[in-house]
């Protein structure tokens, strides 16, 4: 079975997935599964959060955690487009942890939820080696807004600014406290849900939200679309934190920000016709911005150009 993605050892294994599943497996290549119903469609994601991988104890408190894994979910929501309608939330915790503990966990996550305009509707407990939490994400879309779809000529643009969570990340690993932007960027994520449906609105031929890095996300966009995807690096908007961040390493802020992931802003695909002036109305309306970072052309793949030589950058891979 075919599944649209981009490269690297996590996506093969998605594809082996696929090939057990066999037919069943032929509506699978975005992060969210639609079902459609009379007139509209529900929209249902899963996303897991496991300590050790995506988090450190040392890093962030309980409540925390439960925000930051429910955002992540409901960022899903955002990249196809849908209003969040229910959050579903599965821990298994560890033996040692208490009942604050784990209502510290559910605190954040039904903040996060209430953020994006939608509650906790129930879940799982069990008991785990380690905190790991399961957050399952339900919306609805009357256009859901899939990786597929972009065509040569349009435009390729990215909501708010890369590199914050990076920032973060790199100074927790170098065991130092980060900036409070970085910071609030890695533990708090805002999933552009509203953001989504403004793009959708406006003919978005394609969209997905940054988890993994731009080139690991525009290479799932290309792949799904069957389009190559052009990005020059020098127009990527760069996160104040992760400005100070590649600067005090000596290297090249864009690079730096190009190589993050975690921003869960979102990448879209939007017509030609959609040019700087729908870009001011797009911040007006969202308070938020959008950079137009490169176009999609015929072929396949990513082309990353940095002062107009092509770069290679991987993104974050679970299994390379």
Known sequence: ????????????????????????ARNLGDDCAVLRISDTSVVVSTDASVEHVHFERNWLDLEEIGYRATAAALSDLAGQAAAARGVLVAVAAPESSSADDLASVMRGAGAAARASGTQVLGGDLSRGGEWMLCATVIGVADCPVARRGATAGDGVWVTGALGGARAALEAFRAGRAPDAAARQRFAAPSPRIAAGQWLAAHGAHAMLDLSDGIASDAGHLAAASGVEVEIVLEELPVHPSAVEAALDARGEPVIFAAKGGEDYELLVAMPSSFGMESAAAFERAMDLTLSRIGSCHHGHGVRLLFRGSRLTLKGFNHFS
């Open 1 to 24: 079975m075919n599944v649209p993605l981009g490269e690297g050892a996590e996506f093969d294994r998605i594809r082996t997935i696929a090939d057990a599943l066999g037919a069943d």
